[in-house]
C-alpha cells in the first residue's frame, strides 16, 4: 500500500506560482488560487503513465489533485516542514538540484575540447619551481614571485635553462641525490598530456609556444615557469607483456640471450615466460602488463614498446634497474575520436580540479552581475591575533553586503573557525565566494523556473510522505484493535475467515480506509471552488487530443 501511495502522490506533485501573469483560476482552496497551468503541469506529466482512458479523466484527476493539496496544506498546519530531519533532507536536495546551475557550460564545452586536443597531442616541457607555503603571508608570496620572475630574466637574457634549473628550482627531483645516487633531471619533466599534471599547470604548459619561457604562474606547489620543447601526436596507449631476468649482471644478460635465442627459434613467449621470468606478478597471465602511455613506464620498456609494429612483435634484450626484459607487443590504442571521447573526457573532468574553475567562471559572472560591498571597517578584525575567540555580541558589523543581504562579522568567524590551513585574507575570499554562490543559489527559485517547480515538488513530496507515515501507515500498524474490528465488519471480502492469514491484504484494505475517512474530514472542514467555467474549457480541450 505504501508503495502505490508514494507512486500516486509523486505523480500528482504540485507546481509554484513564480512568473504568474493573470493567469485563469481552476479552483480556490481556503483561499489559495490554484491555475488551470498548475493543474495543467501536473495533469500532462501524469498522462505517460496512466494506461487507460477512464484514468485519464478530467474531473477524476481534479478530484485527486484537490485531495492531494489538502493533504499536503495540512502537513505546513502541522508544521512538518520545521522538522529537522526534513530541514536537512531538503536542504542536501538543493545542493544536487542547484549543481548544474553552479557550472558555466559554456566554459565546460571549452574545456572538454580543449582537453580532447591535449590527449591527441603531447607535448615535452621543463620547469622551475619556488616552493609557496600553505600559510604564506601576502609578503611571502610577493618574494616567491620577484623571484621566479629574476630566474626567468635570466633565462630569457641566454642563460640556460638546465643549468638554472639544476641551481635554483626547489622542485628537488631536479638535483642530484647524493644518498639514493639519483641523478637530478634539471627540470625535464618528459612527455605529458591532458590530466598528467595539475590543471594550472597543464594550462600553461600547453598555451606556451616550443622554445619559449611562460610567464609565471602559480600552483598549488608554488610558482613555475615552464619552458616547452616539443609538441607531437599523441602515440595513445600500448598493451604489452615481458620476460623479466632480475640479474644485471652479465650471467643475467647471458641468461635473458638464452631466452632470445629460443624465441627466434619459434618457442612460445607465454611458455618462456612461465619457465623463466622473474616477475611473479605476470608469470601467471603470460607476462601481460596493464595498458600504460608514454611517460607512465620505464623510458627503456617504453622506446622498446612503442617501436614495435605489429602485434606479436617482441624486442631484442633491454636492460633497466630490475634487470633485462623482452617485450612483447600485444596491442596498440591510437587516441578515440572526440565522439567516442567525450563522455569519458566529461566524467574525467567533473572528478579533477577543473571543475573548480568552471564554479570559478560562474562566481566571476555573479561579482560582475551583484553589487558587492566589503565594509572596510569591519574587516579589520581580520588583523586581530584572537581572531576566532572574539566573543559573538561583539561580531555583528555587517563585513559583506550582496544586493540586499547583509552579512555579519559572525557569519565569517563560523566560516573559519575550523579552517586554519590558509592565512586569514585568502579565508575572506573564499568566505565571499562562498556567499555569493549562497546567494545565488538561493533566489534560483526566483529567477529559474523549472528549478522552482522541481524543489517545489520535492518539498512538497516529502512533506506528504512524513504526513502519510504517521497518519496512515504508522497509526494502522499499532492500531489492533480498529484492524480487527474492520475484518470482523468486512469478513465476505476474504477468503479466509482467520485474520493471520490474510492480514496482509486487509491492513492494506484498512489504510484505504482510514485513508479515504480522512480526507472526507478535510474535506468537510475547507472551502473548495471549482471553477465550472474553466473545467469545462479544459474537458473540452484535452477531448480534441
Same mark, same amino acid.
Given at each position: 500500500m505504501k508503495n502505490n501511495v508514494l507512486s500516486i502522490f509523486f505523480l500528482l506533485l504540485t507546481i509554484t506560482f513564480y512568473g504568474q501573469k493573470k493567469e485563469k483560476t481552476l479552483l480556490t482552496i481556503d483561499g489559495e488560487k490554484i491555475t488551470v497551468n498548475e493543474f495543467k503541469r501536473v495533469y500532462e506529466k501524469n498522462l505517460d503513465a496512466i494506461d487507460n482512458e477512464e484514468?485519464?479523466?478530467?474531473?477524476?484527476?481534479?478530484?485527486?489533485f484537490i485531495n492531494?493539496?489538502?493533504?499536503?496544506?495540512?502537513?505546513?498546519?502541522?508544521?512538518?516542514?520545521?522538522?529537522?530531519?526534513?530541514?536537512?533532507?531538503?536542504?542536501?536536495?538543493?545542493?544536487?538540484?542547484?549543481?548544474?546551475?553552479l557550472q558555466d557550460t559554456t566554459f565546460i564545452e571549452t574545456l572538454v575540447k580543449d582537453v580532447y586536443f591535449r590527449t591527441k597531442n603531447e607535448i615535452k616541457a621543463k620547469h622551475i619551481l619556488v616552493r609557496i607555503s600553505r600559510d604564506a603571508t601576502?609578503?611571502?608570496?610577493?618574494?616567491?614571485?620577484?623571484?621566479?620572475?629574476?630566474i626567468r630574466n635570466r633565462i630569457v637574457n641566454g642563460e640556460d635553462f638546465e643549468k638554472i634549473a639544476y641551481e635554483t628550482s626547489e622542485d628537488a627531483s631536479a638535483q642530484d641525490d647524493p644518498k639514493t645516487g639519483r641523478i637530478g633531471n634539471k627540470g625535464n619533466l618528459g612527455y605529458f598530456s591532458a590530466f598528467d599534471m595539475v590543471s594550472e599547470f597543464e594550462d600553461n604548459a600547453y598555451k606556451t609556444k616550443v622554445g619559449q619561457v611562460s610567464k609565471p604562474f602559480r600552483t598549488q606547489f608554488g610558482y613555475h615557469i615552464v619552458k616547452v620543447d616539443d609538441v607531437r601526436p599523441s602515440l595513445g596507449e600500448i598493451e604489452i607483456a615481458h620476460i623479466l631476468v632480475a640479474d644485471t649482471t652479465s650471467?643475467?644478460?647471458?641468461?635473458?640471450?638464452?631466452? =632470445?635465442?629460443?624465441?627466434?627459434?619459434?618457442?612460445?613467449?607465454?611458455d618462456l615466460v612461465t619457465q623463466y621470468s622473474d616477475d611473479r606478478n605476470t608469470k601467471k597471465n603470460g607476462g601481460k602488463l596493464r595498458k600504460f602511455k608514454k611517460g607512465r613506464m620505464l623510458a627503456p620498456i617504453e622506446n622498446a614498446a612503442f617501436s614495435l609494429e605489429k602485434e606479436g612483435d617482441y624486442s631484442a634484450p633491454i636492460k633497466t634497474r630490475y634487470g633485462w626484459h623482452i617485450i612483447k607487443l600485444i596491442k596498440k590504442y591510437p587516441v578515440k575520436s572526440f565522439d567516442e571521447l567525450e563522455k569519458d573526457l566529461r566524467n574525467q573532468i567533473k572528478k579533477s580540479s577543473r571543475m573548480q574553475l568552471s564554479e570559478t567562471a560562474v562566481i566571476n559572472k555573479l561579482k560582475a552581475t551583484y553589487k558587492i560591498t566589503e565594509n572596510e571597517e569591519a574587516k579589520k578584525i581580520l588583523n586581530r591575533k584572537n581572531l576566532r575567540a572574539i566573543p559573538k555580541d561583539s561580531l555583528q558589523e555587517v563585513i559583506l553586503t550582496?544586493?540586499?543581504?547583509?552579512?555579519?562579522?559572525?557569519? =565569517?568567524?563560523?566560516?573559519?573557525?575550523?579552517?586554519?590551513?590558509?592565512?586569514?585574507?585568502?579565508?575572506?575570499?573564499?568566505?565571499k565566494n562562498q556567499e555569493i554562490l549562497t546567494y545565488y543559489k538561493d533566489n534560483l527559485v526566483f529567477t529559474e523556473p523549472e528549478y522552482a517547480h522541481v524543489l517545489k515538488e520535492y518539498e512538497d513530496g516529502l512533506l506528504l510522505f512524513e504526513l502519510m507515515q504517521q497518519k496512515i501507515w504508522e497509526a494502522s500498524s499499532?492500531?489492533?484493535?480498529?484492524?480487527?474490528?474492520?475484518?470482523?465488519?468486512?469478513?465476505?471480502?476474504?477468503?479466509?475467515?482467520?485474520?493471520?492469514?490474510?492480514?496482509?491484504e486487509v491492513m492494506n484494505d484498512y489504510q484505504n480506509f482510514l485513508e479515504k475517512k480522512w480526507i472526507a474530514d478535510l474535506r468537510k472542514k475547507s472551502k473548495i471552488k471549482v471553477n465550472k467555467r474553466e473545467l469545462k474549457k479544459l474537458i473540452k480541450f484535452y477531448k480534441k487530443d
Open positions: 484514468s485519464k479523466d478530467v474531473e477524476n484527476n481534479l478530484e485527486l492531494y493539496k489538502l493533504k499536503v496544506n495540512e502537513a505546513y498546519k502541522l508544521k512538518y516542514d520545521t522538522l529537522p530531519s526534513y530541514k536537512r533532507e531538503i536542504e542536501t536536495y538543493k545542493n544536487q538540484l542547484s549543481a548544474p546551475y601576502p609578503n611571502d608570496t610577493l618574494a616567491a614571485f620577484n623571484k621566479i620572475t629574476e650471467l643475467g644478460k647471458n641468461k635473458i640471450n638464452e631466452v =632470445f635465442a629460443k624465441l627466434q627459434q619459434n618457442e612460445k613467449f607465454e550582496i544586493n540586499n543581504k547583509q552579512i555579519k562579522q559572525e557569519a =565569517f568567524i563560523n566560516y573559519i573557525r575550523n579552517r586554519r590551513h590558509k592565512p586569514v585574507y585568502l579565508l575572506f575570499d573564499m568566505f499499532k492500531d489492533t484493535l480498529g484492524l480487527k474490528n474492520y475484518f470482523e465488519t468486512n469478513i465476505n471480502k476474504y477468503q479466509s475467515k482467520e485474520l493471520k492469514n490474510v492480514k496482509g
